[in-house]
């Protein structure tokens, strides 16, 4: 069993939709958490950081993590065609402070 | 250019050959990071760098990898007799601290293909 798993899709919204992207993890030793997104051909760039439970809300992003679950999530409002992407969750160990461990990722196409 | 620069963007060479593939990091940043990421898998994470010295080295598949870092600046990956299933691209990250506290920075990576 991978560390993080991740819906690889691909998923595909009409423009405007609400997308919700989940990872689940299986070490609760996780304890900061990261969305990633990487266009086709490009480096990732990083979206959204969070450290504890709970929402955080930047623009039309929101990241929501719950430990408890071991589930964090990455919402998109009113998705825009620019947004289609591949979105990778990515995660660092309180025990191990620098070495970022990343989900496959989930392809994401916005539909005009 | 202010960010990460990767070169080659592209290498294609024969099985048994070697590579070495390069990483500039953006100015200032002491922490650097290498990552493989094969088709449709997620980042792989291969070696971390605290300005010259890798106190982390776990992600190396094999003794036919090694990295190093001098003047704690410019990055090699150098992959020696390879293999087919290296194919894959390579990516370089760099950041101003560690990863749980300053963002990582990424170039656009090397693609690689053994033939």
């Known amino acids: 069993q991978k560390e993080v798993e991740q819906d690889p899709g691909p998923l595909s919204v009409p423009e405007g939709a609400i997308v919700s992207l989940n990872c689940t993890y299986s070490?609760?030793?996780?304890?900061?958490f990261m969305w990633y997104r990487q266009y086709s051909r490009k480096g990732p760039e990083l979206l959204m950081y969070?450290?504890?439970?709970g929402n955080k809300e930047d623009g039309r992003f929101t990241a929501q993590v719950d430990k408890s679950s071991k589930y964090i999530s990455l919402f998109i409002r009113d998705s825009q065609p620019s947004d289609s992407a591949t979105y990778l969750c990515?995660?660092?160990?309180?025990?191990?402070?620098?070495?970022?461990?990343f989900g496959p990722g989930t392809s994401l196409s916005v539909i005009p | 250019g202010a960010g990460v620069s990767q070169s080659p963007s592209n290498k294609v060479t024969e099985k048994g050959k070697d590579v070495e593939l390069r990483c500039d990091p953006i100015?200032?940043?002491?922490?650097l990071y290498w990552y493989r990421q094969s088709l449709g898998q997620g980042l792989e994470f291969l070696i971390y760098?605290?300005?010259?010295?890798?106190?982390?080295k776990s992600g190396l598949p094999s003794d036919r990898f090694s990295a190093e870092r001098t003047g704690g600046s410019v990055s090699t990956l150098t992959i020696q007799r390879t293999q087919q299933e290296d194919s894959a691209v390579y990516l370089c990250?760099?950041?101003?601290?560690?990863?749980?506290?300053?963002?990582?920075?990424f170039g656009d990576g090397t693609r690689l293909s053994i033939l």
């Open positions: 990250a760099s950041s101003l601290g560690g990863a749980s506290k300053q963002p990582q920075h």
């Open positions: 070490n609760s030793a996780f304890q900061y």
């Open positions: 969070t450290y504890s439970s």
């Open positions: 990515a995660m660092i160990r309180r025990t191990s402070y620098d070495k970022v461990i």
């Open positions: 100015s200032g940043h002491t922490a």
């Open positions: 760098f605290q300005g010259n010295s890798a106190p982390d």
